[in-house]
């Protein structure tokens, strides 16, 4: 559709997953205008289960991606 060989599509989109992958490793949101953003949520420390023995245990708390669509990408699915 863009009339770009492979490899030129294959390099526009492996720099721009580069790109939002070092954004968010500095804690940056990126948003896509029409499309969503991708952001760095915060997750709390939890107890747990070991499920093989059932002991407890305390999983930490952790950063990890997360994704928002917008409305129109909502719409566009559900359409």
Do not use: M
């Not at 305390?58 to 909502?74: C, D, M, S, T």
């Amino acid at each position: 559709k863009t009339g770009l060989k492979k490899s030129q599509a294959s390099l526009a989109v492996d720099t721009l997953l580069e790109s939002i992958q070092q954004a968010l490793q500095n804690s940056d949101n990126v948003q896509l205008l029409g499309f969503g953003t991708f952001e760095v949520r915060e997750r709390a420390a939890r107890e747990g289960r070991n499920p093989s023995t059932g002991k407890s245990l305390i999983i930490p708390a952790k950063k990890a991606p997360a994704f928002k669509a917008r409305k129109v990408l909502k719409e566009a699915v559900n359409n």
